[in-house]
């Protein structure tokens, strides 16, 4: 499988399916496209560029400039059971997410790869992650939608995109106090691009933001990982019935099923992978978190010896 993906050297994007093409190699897209059409799609030339292609969603603009998911109506399957709620089918959701992300790029969004965040757009891409999360919870009403191979692949780029910002942040914020470590006694330091953090009337001083916002992207990540368990368990694609029928060159009944248990088993391999890059994308996040709370704790400890004064709370 493809190497795990580095948010700062890897943002290239100008497409979602060239971000799928980093996460996975074109063997495995492949792979994956003809499992899902003979198993099943709905659609026979079913393939991530063609879905985001189709206008299903817009981006509205609020007074404050935020960008917020809103769903056209589309031809849904009978069995989908979002089809009737505000935000539209399974498909429309997650076609819906992945319009907004590619509307805001990390290119459009971050700025270069390598950079760091603006501390204003780091607002924008946690709300934005958050939201992606909170609709992603709609495929947990429609189990028939989220067992399809489709849904499978567009939760899965969903997933990994915002995994990605997740550890954009945490990374900013650790070349932030890296500068400031450099800059310490020159009287040079990063400035806030926004107003300060607040808790009520309480703000917080900046050189104890990262640790907030380490400790918000830690629960964001353990939260983001309890919605892909419930969303992406592998499951047995439904080798039955009108299924057979989609399969070409089968000769016969037996060989219809024998061609269903291969692709059934192609199938599964291709989760199994899927969950590996996902599982070493997450594990990965998390020790990011860890790593810049440590680096906080032992810059302050450092600032602390050298102005002579004692440590505090640095266990």
Same mark, same amino acid.
């Given at each position: 499988?493809?190497?795990?993906?580095?948010?700062?050297?890897?943002?290239?994007?100008?497409?979602?399916?060239?971000?799928?093409?980093?996460?996975?190699?074109?063997?495995?897209?492949?792979?994956?496209?003809?499992?899902?059409?003979?198993?099943?799609?709905?659609?026979?030339?079913?393939?991530?560029?063609?879905?985001?292609?189709?206008?299903?969603?817009?981006?509205?603009?609020?007074?404050?400039?935020?960008?917020?998911?809103?769903?056209?109506?589309?031809?849904?399957?009978?069995?989908?059971?979002?089809?009737?709620?505000?935000?539209?089918?399974?498909?429309?959701?997650?076609?819906?997410?992945?319009?907004?992300?590619?509307?805001?790029?990390?290119?459009?969004?971050? =700025?270069?790869?390598?950079?760091?965040?603006?501390?204003?757009?780091?607002?924008?891409?946690?709300?934005?992650?958050? @939201?992606?999360?909170?609709?992603?919870?709609?495929?947990?009403?429609?189990?028939?939608?989220?067992?399809?191979?489709?849904?499978?692949?567009?939760?899965?780029?969903?997933?990994?995109?915002?995994?990605?910002?997740?550890?954009?942040? *945490?990374?900013?914020?650790?070349?932030?106090?890296?500068?400031?470590?450099?800059?310490?006694?020159?009287?040079?330091?990063?400035?806030?691009?926004?107003?300060?953090? /607040?808790?009520?009337?309480?703000?917080? @001083?900046?050189?104890?933001?990262?640790?907030?916002?380490?400790?918000?992207?830690?629960?964001?990540?353990?939260?983001?990982?309890?919605?892909?368990?419930?969303?992406?368990?592998?499951?047995?694609?439904?080798?039955?019935?009108?299924?057979?029928?989609?399969? @070409?060159?089968?000769?016969?009944?037996?060989?219809?099923?024998?061609?269903?248990?291969?692709?059934?088993?192609?199938? =599964?391999?291709?989760?199994?992978?899927?969950?590996?890059?996902?599982?070493?994308?997450?594990?990965?996040?998390?020790?990011?978190?860890?790593?810049?709370?440590?680096?906080?704790?032992?810059?302050? /400890?450092?600032?602390?010896?050298?102005?002579?004064?004692?440590? *505090?709370?640095?266990?």
């Amino acid at each position: 499988m493809a190497p795990p993906v580095n948010p700062d050297d890897h943002h290239t994007d100008t497409e979602m399916a060239d971000m799928t093409e980093m996460m996975f190699d074109s063997e495995w897209l492949e792979d994956y496209t003809r499992a899902a059409t003979a198993l099943g799609s709905e659609s026979p030339d079913f393939t991530l560029p063609t879905v985001l292609a189709a206008e299903d969603t817009e981006r509205a603009t609020t007074s404050s400039g935020a960008s917020t998911i809103v769903e056209h109506e589309r031809p849904n399957p009978a069995t989908c059971q979002n089809a009737n709620k505000p935000h539209g089918s399974c498909v429309g959701i997650t076609t819906g997410i992945l319009t907004s992300m590619r509307g805001n790029s990390p290119l459009c969004l971050m =700025g270069s790869p390598g950079t760091s965040l603006s501390l204003s757009t780091v607002d924008s891409v946690l709300s934005a992650a958050q @939201e992606a999360v909170q609709l992603m919870r709609g495929l947990l009403d429609c189990p028939i939608c989220r067992a399809g191979p489709q849904l499978q692949l567009l939760a899965t780029v969903v997933f990994a995109e915002v995994i990605s910002r997740y550890r954009r942040v *945490i990374s900013t914020y650790r070349n932030i106090k890296q500068q400031q470590q450099q800059q310490h006694g020159q009287g040079a330091h990063e400035e806030l691009k926004r107003a300060p953090l /607040s808790i009520g009337s309480h703000q917080i @001083e900046g050189s104890m933001e990262a640790v907030l916002v380490g400790g918000v992207v830690s629960s964001r990540l353990q939260e983001l990982e309890a919605v892909m368990g419930d969303i992406l368990v592998p499951q047995k694609p439904d080798v039955s019935g009108d299924s057979t029928a989609k399969i @070409e060159g089968g000769g016969g009944s037996s060989s219809s099923s024998n061609n269903n248990s291969n692709l059934s088993a192609l199938l =599964g391999g291709l989760y199994n992978r899927r969950d590996s890059f996902l599982g070493e994308q997450l594990t990965a996040g998390k020790q990011e978190v860890t790593d810049l709370l440590r680096f906080d704790r032992e810059s302050n /400890s450092s600032s602390s010896s050298a102005r002579g004064g004692p440590e *505090i709370l640095n266990s």
